[in-house]
T-cell receptor, first 111, second 114 residues
Framework: NAGVTQTPKFRILKIGQSMTLQCAQD?????MYWYRQDPGMGLKLIYY???????DKGEVPNGYNVSRSTTEDFPLRLELAAPSQTSVYFC??????????FGDGTRLSIL | DQQVKQNSPSLSVQEGRISILNCDYT??????FLWYKKYPAEGPTFLIS?????DKNEDGRFTVFLNKSAKHLSLHIVPSQPGDSAVYFC?????????????FGRGTSLIVHP
């Protein structure tokens, strides 16, 4: 099983550009999450979803959008990229309260 | 305001000795706690968990202790091995309240010297 797959692994964006970070899981998990991790900081929740068609804001949602049209996929959209969005982004999934399974992250730099 | 605190950013231990990583929380509604391990350039991986109905959970070399009255948990690794060198995150959630969304600490970087 692939688990949680994130693409791309690395990306450099210019200020004002847009992009979509892809996340797919093959474990039939109902919950999916997007986090960002800044240096020396923990994981901050951007958005989460408890099932297809349902999304909700986390701690730091500004500047991001998500959609969950299928159980498997949970893309994260950055509109009008800003330097403050330079970070490592992790997607995760879980079955309810169970442990989260994480992807290997997307390193995003905005210059 | 951090609800889950890992006050030691780093810890250095000799191979074969015990590593003790600490985590404090402020939200008394938290009743499910997890530890994750993260290697560079990889995502965190689940290590061990404990619910508030227990005060100890073991899995091989890893043991988590929970002190509810002190709102404190600790992860013990015995014996420590160089491959245990990683960042360890503590996470907590209010599972019985229906919130499956964990709150993470900032992590502790463990270095195990051969």
């Amino acid at each position: 099983n692939a688990g949680v797959t994130q693409t791309p692994k690395f990306r450099i964006l210019k200020i004002g550009q847009s992009m979509t970070l892809q996340c797919a899981q093959d474990m039939n998990h109902n919950y999916m999450y997007w986090y960002r991790q800044d240096p020396g900081m923990g994981l901050k929740l951007i958005y989460y979803s408890v099932g297809a068609g349902i999304t909700d804001k986390g701690e730091v949602p500004n500047g991001y959008n998500v959609s969950r049209s299928t159980t498997e996929d949970f893309p994260l959209r950055l509109e009008l990229a800003a330097p403050s969005q330079t970070s490592v982004y992790f997607c995760a999934s879980s079955y309810g309260v169970g442990p989260q399974h994480f992807g290997d992250g997307t390193r995003l730099s905005i210059l | 305001d951090q609800q889950v605190k890992q006050n030691s950013p780093s810890l250095s231990v000799q191979e074969g000795r015990i590593s003790i990583l600490n985590c404090d929380y402020t939200n008394s509604m938290f009743d499910y706690f997890l530890w994750y391990k993260k290697y560079p350039a990889e995502g965190p991986t689940f290590l061990i968990s404990i619910s508030s109905i227990k005060d100890k959970n073991e899995d091989g070399r890893f043991t988590v202790f929970l002190n509810k009255s002190a709102k404190h948990l600790s992860l013990h690794i015995v014996p420590s091995q160089p491959g245990d060198s990683a960042v360890y995150f503590c996470a907590a959630s209010d599972a019985s309240g229906g919130s499956y969304i964990p709150t993470f600490g900032r992590g502790t970087s463990l270095i195990v010297h051969p």
